[in-house]
């Protein structure tokens, strides 16, 4: 399964675990012409002109784009989420409402920041929260933004949860053209109040999204400066500090943040810190906690599915559906919770109903993730047209990142994993590598090393997979890449124990990985 929100970890187990458990009762706008709601707010679906018969620009609203190759291609990965995203036009009322609330003093005084938070943090967590977020309703909630600053263009909190309605609408609809138009709104914000934390934190959600986690540290220590209670920058805070594999700083961040702000975007965090580092108890333990807790549909949903996560990590995959089902009670729609459950299906053995779900993921949110996992499903079920109906999706996965790097993004380490298998091995070894020079991760470490391995550098692949698996994190996709490393470099006792690890930890993760893990252990009956 693809790396988390809140993903990474690197060599050497951190000496400084926390010692407790959350919740437990311890203390400029480009161009010249004038911004408005309108050309920061598209008036119609998103990835769609007006009429819903093509894509929109990539790049600022009314601009062309930056490379018509690269439109072409994007407009590829809109046209498959096309079709998905008419649903969303069906439930409105609900972001309308909660964004309207947040925009008023309503928000103060409902969310009145306990423990001396400014009342700003309020605002800006109420207008961002997982309830309002994993819902279908943004596209409306933008909409009634664009509407309150056509009437109140100076308010500089409006325009600060615009940008991060649109990071929001970029992540949940796998459409990176959302990110320049919220760079936009977060600069207008802070044009009109300089350092408003709430802008700060945005910018600080944005850099992440693009895969910027030195920026992303930046902006989020200078939003904790002027607020230390803002709950999005905490969160940033320790998003970025993992991603960028400084982990001993990330259990900090997550200590501070469980005292400053507990509640359940915290609690995740602290969880995945956790579980990075090998104390998948502890994890679970957090999480369950944070259910019981959650109040609302969308907060149900986003810790289920954590859970759900954390298990199919395991290899427990009846009780990953277990909880992908709770999940989905409280929001049949949540696609994240969509894909995990058809992933825990195919390690399940119902491989016909895991590409249903995928298919249906795909078709609303074609991120490279979920279109490598449909493609790989096609390869192992080798059914007529399957071989063109899996390029079709590793395409796709290319379009997707010329879209994302058009957007701004730093795509590489989506780059690095999906070439490797499925694409130009030499292309995937500089992406591994680029990427690998800005950050030191689990992730990056696993990336690059499978890069060299596919490319016949073994001896230079080992030292990287080793340190992909040294942290403790039970991950079965880095103990087959090492393992399959291990052999390739002349060490089978070492390798076929990374192997027989992978299996007996996860014997569903990939439908393709673990079938040639068993044939590089057993020969090729032992595949199926």
């Known amino acids: ?59 600022p609203a009314g601009a062309a784009p930056p490379d018509a190759a690269v439109d072409e291609r994007g407009a ?53 929260s997982p309830a309002l977020l994993s819902g279908g309703d943004l596209d409306a909630g933008i909409a009634a933004l664009q509407a309150h600053l056509r009437a109140q263009p100076r308010d500089f909190s409006g325009w600060a949860v615009l940008g991060l309605a649109y990071v929001e609408q970029a992540r949940v609809q796998g459409d990176p053209s959302r990110y320049p138009q919220a760079d936009r709104a977060l600069r207008r914000s802070l044009r009109l109040a300089p350092d408003n934390d709430q802008a700060l934190a945005g910018r600080a959600a944005l850099a992440a999204a693009r895969h910027d986690f030195t920026g992303a540290l930046r902006q989020a220590d200078r939003a904790l400066a002027q607020n230390p209670y803002s709950e999005r920058a905490l969160c940033s805070r320790i998003d970025a500090l993992v991603e960028l594999g400084r982990y001993d700083e990330a259990a900090r961040a997550a200590d501070t943040a469980d005292a400053r702000r507990p509640g359940v975007p915290v609690f995740t965090r602290y969880a995945y810190v956790r579980e990075l580092r090998g104390d998948v108890g502890a994890a679970r333990r957090v999480l369950e ?7 609302t549909p969308g907060d149900v949903a986003y810790v289920a599915t954590q ?43 119902d491989r016909a109903a895991a590409v249903r779900g995928l298919e249906a993921v795909v078709a609303r949110s074609p991120l490279p993730g979920p279109l490598v996992g449909l493609g790989e499903l096609y390869e192992a079920r080798g059914a007529a047209g399957d071989q063109d109906r899996a390029r079709d999706q590793y395409a796709l996965v290319g379009a997707w990142t010329d879209l994302a790097r058009a957007g701004g993004v730093d795509a590489d380490l989506d780059t690095a994993l999906a070439a490797a298998d499925h694409g130009d091995r030499a ?82 993760f990939s439908p393709l990985g673990a079938a040639r893990a068993r044939t590089a252990l057993h020969g090729p009956e032992a595949a199926e």
């Open 1 to 59: 399964m693809p790396p988390r929100t809140h993903d990474d970890g690197p060599a050497g187990r951190p000496a400084n675990a926390p010692e407790h458990e959350p919740g437990t009762g311890r203390p400029d706008r480009p161009g010249n012409e004038p911004e408005t709601p309108e050309n920061t707010v598209p008036e119609n679906e998103p990835g769609s002109n007006a009429s819903g018969s093509g894509p929109k620009s990539t790049g």
């Open 76 to 128: 590829a990965v809109r046209r498959v989420a096309a079709a998905g995203r008419r649903w969303r036009r069906a439930r409105t009322a609900g972001c309308a409402v909660l964004l309207a609330v947040a925009l008023t003093g309503g928000a103060v005084a409902v969310g009145a920041a306990r423990d001396g938070a400014p009342a700003s943090a309020a605002v800006s967590a109420a207008a961002v």
């Open 289 to 295: 906690r944070a259910l019981a807790t959650a109040a």
């Open 307 to 349: 859970l759900g996560q954390l298990a199919w990590n395991q290899g427990d995959h009846r009780t990953a559906l277990t909880h992908y089902a709770r999940a989905l009670a409280a929001d049949e729609n949540y696609l994240p919770a969509l894909e995990g459950r058809a992933r825990a299906q195919a390690a399940s053995g």
């Open 427 to 508: 292309a995937a070894l500089r992406a591994a590598r680029a990427e690998w020079a800005r950050r030191h991760s689990v992730h990056t470490a696993d990336a690059l090393a499978w890069a060299l391995h596919v490319n016949g550098r073994d001896r230079e692949a080992l030292p990287y997979a080793r340190r992909a698996t040294a942290t403790g994190y039970r991950n079965a996709a880095f103990l087959y890449h090492r393992g399959m490393i291990e052999l390739a470099a002349g060490d089978r006792r070492e390798g076929r124990a990374s192997l027989r690890a992978a299996l007996r930890l996860n014997p569903g």
